[in-house]
């Protein structure tokens, strides 16, 4: 067809061919859009499809198995009308199946005991029916697993049944550790209850502070010493053992023990039944749980009344014949008044080294002098005669005891003390006193390094004894405090010290109240430090310490 007769058509029916042109654009339009549908319709086929297969194989690597009933769909028109089974791959794993994931749940069945089993199938049941959940553990009859069950009822938002599936995980290593920690639990309480009687049962009270010195634990002896109170009100409001004066003497004790880090003993009165006892006191601190940092104690009061008792009986019978045994010291013997030995002890013949043979021949006394000059155990004399007249002299003029040295040649030192015997003569007693003598020679000699390097230091230094008098003193204090160096030699008691201070504190308004202030922590056995701001402007820091006598050392710091 020629293209001229293709225009005479055209120009003959020009409406026709714009008909046509525009259904065929029409139809073009539409199979586009159709194609287009289309690829969309397989773009989304595709990613379902790779959506199920990715849940399908999170569902295959979970650590559960699970057996599912799937219902068919209720909304649609499905041609599934009966409920299928599904059986996991790792279900079959733990249950071991044969058939694997084609197990049916008769399969599953078989491999539990019969009565599981039937309270299985009871459960399924319920499940099924009513959508009722369940949760169990059983065991499996062949390998002893332990497997946990977890029914469950799944539902679509639009209210339609999916499935119902059963979860089965293996819980043995867990099912095993609760069961080690169940027994570990039932004897770490018998232990428990076999320690609470043993405290229970010591005749005396026995206590357990923590790091804050309240008592955490306490026998059943404890209570018996506070009235009117059960363990747990005790325990509760932290009750302490009073003393016979009302005072907290054993949380004193335990504060000490905690702070020194050392066990403390203490001897207490105690009011029991209306009677004073004696008791001793002791607390003892611990490392609480291996903790460097956590000091807890252990404390217990046990009675010594009956000692205390026989301490004093036997302090009157000593006093009796200390008078006597006191002045003797280790080596004795008795001169009778005709100056014959008539008593010995066996120390003084090993001092002496004499025999017994001629001891026992009651010499007299210038023959022993005689005997021990021989042996170089007398000190040098220019007439010996004369020495031994002097000595016999004495045996009339001694009326109490006394006391004097012997300076052997040798470089010994004998302390011999004599005195009057109640029937004649004179009582002797000898004692090598040499090393003595050189220990406290070094002792003084110490004593002397450590006042001077105490006395040389920068910072004041007062020491008070345990009876409460200034013992010593250093320049540094009377440069600090501008005190009357008179004073400080008449050995005044801390009340005069801090009275000597009071010039200082000319700005204060109550001086008594801050002077008992400063003595209260001066003497107070947990204040370790405190500052004093004097009317001068200069700050002093206050520092505190009991030494190992019961001595004060107050040592004090310009900030």
Request: charged fraction near 30%; glycine fraction near 4%.
């Amino acid at each position: 067809m020629s293209f001229e007769l293709l225009q005479d058509m055209f120009y003959a029916a020009p409406e026709l061919w714009y008909a046509l042109a525009a259904m065929f654009v029409l139809l073009l339009g539409l199979w586009l859009f159709n194609v287009i549908k289309v690829l969309k319709l397989k773009q989304r086929n595709y990613f379902l499809n790779r959506d199920r297969e990715r849940y399908a194989e999170t569902l295959y690597a979970s650590k559960d198995g699970y057996f599912a009933f799937i219902y068919p769909d209720e909304k649609v028109n499905d041609p599934r009308k009966t409920i299928r089974e599904r059986c996991s791959r790792r279900l079959a794993v733990i249950l071991n199946l044969e058939k694997g994931t084609n197990s049916s749940f008769e399969d599953v069945l078989r491999t539990f005991y019969k009565d599981d089993a039937k309270k299985l199938v009871k459960y399924v049941s319920l499940l099924m029916d009513d959508g009722v959940s369940f949760e169990e553990e059983f065991v499996l009859k062949s390998s002893g697993k332990h497997i946990k069950l977890a029914g469950s009822r799944i539902n679509g938002l639009d209210g339609n049944i999916y499935c119902d599936m059963i979860w089965f995980r293996d819980v043995s290593f867990e099912s095993g550790r609760i069961e080690l920690l169940e027994k570990e639990k039932n004897t770490a309480q018998e232990k428990v209850l076999l320690l609470r009687d043993l405290i229970d049962n010591i005749p005396y009270p026995v206590w357990l502070r923590n790091e804050d010195l309240k008592p955490v634990l306490v026998n059943k002896k404890y209570v018996d010493f506070v009235p009117d109170s059960s363990q747990e009100e005790i325990l509760e409001a932290g009750i302490e053992i009073p003393s016979a004066g009302g005072e907290s003497v054993l949380r004193n004790l335990a504060l000490k023990a905690h702070g020194t880090n050392k066990v403390k003993k203490e001897t207490v009165s105690v009011v029991k039944d209306g009677k004073r006892h004696s008791f001793e006191a002791i607390e003892t601190p611990f490392h609480a749980g291996q903790s460097l940092d956590k000091i807890c104690t252990a404390g217990a009061l046990i009675e010594v009344t009956e000692l205390d008792d026989l301490k004093r009986n036997l302090k009157l019978h000593q006093n009796a014949h200390l008078e006597i045994l006191g002045a003797l010291g280790t080596a004795f013997a008795v001169f009778d008044d005709k100056f014959k030995l008539s008593f010995y002890n066996k120390a003084f013949a090993n001092f002496w080294k004499l025999e017994d043979v001629w001891l026992e021949s009651s010499p007299t006394y210038a023959m022993f002098l005689d005997v021990i000059r021989e042996k170089r155990m007398l000190p040098e004399v220019p007439d010996f005669r004369l020495y031994k007249n002097d000595e016999q002299k004495e045996f009339s003029s001694i009326i109490e005891p006394k006391e004097d040295m012997l300076h052997l040649p040798d470089g010994r030192t004998f302390r011999r003390v004599r005195a009057p015997h109640p029937m004649g003569g004179l009582v002797f007693a000898f004692e090598d006193v040499t090393d003595r003598l050189a220990t406290r020679r070094a002792y003084n000699s110490l004593l002397s390094v450590q006042k001077e390097i105490l006395d040389n230091l920068f910072d004041p230094v007062l020491i008070f004894g345990a009876n409460g008098r200034l013992v010593f003193y250093n320049k540094a204090y009377l440069s600090l405090w501008k005190v009357d160096e008179v004073l400080l030699q008449s050995e005044p008691g801390i009340d005069e010290i801090i009275e000597a201070q009071a010039k200082f504190f000319a700005n204060v308004d109550d001086w008594a109240g801050l002077k008992k202030d400063i003595i209260k922590h001066l003497t107070s056995l947990t204040t370790k430090s405190f500052s004093l701001k004097r009317s001068d402007g200069a700050s002093i820091e206050v520092l505190t310490a009991v030494l190992s006598d019961g001595s004060i050392m107050i040592t004090y710091k310009q900030i």
